[in-house]
């Protein structure tokens, strides 16, 4: 399932997924409140315990920066990051 990571949820601070909460939506949530990661065109596929990122950022920092706060989020077993330039 792709989610745009634009998508809010109140609540999420952390890197911790509350209970009821689906993974894509503690990944989409924990990009859209970081302030180092413009993530208006970043989407977020997760299957079982990975995450895929795809879609553009503006600098290198951030394709880095979106891979450690992925990494970070509980229960997150490994990330690939497609992330492009753009």
Same mark, same amino acid.
């Given at each position: 399932? *792709?989610?745009? #990571?634009r998508i809010r949820s109140p609540g999420l601070? @952390?890197?911790?997924?509350p209970p009821g909460v689906d *993974?894509?939506? #503690?990944v989409v949530e924990a990009l859209s409140v970081a @302030?180092?990661?413009d993530a208006t065109y970043i989407f977020v596929?997760?299957?079982?315990?990975?995450?895929?990122?795809?879609?553009?950022?503006?600098?290198?920092e951030e394709i880095a920066?979106?891979?450690v706060i992925c990494a970070a989020i509980a229960g997150v077993a490994g990330v690939t990051?497609?992330?492009q330039i753009g």
């Open positions: 399932m *792709m989610q745009r #990571a601070q @952390g890197p911790d997924v *993974m894509d939506t #503690a @302030g180092d990661v596929s997760v299957v079982d315990t990975g995450v895929t990122l795809s879609g553009w950022v503006a600098t290198t920066r979106a891979s990051n497609r992330l």
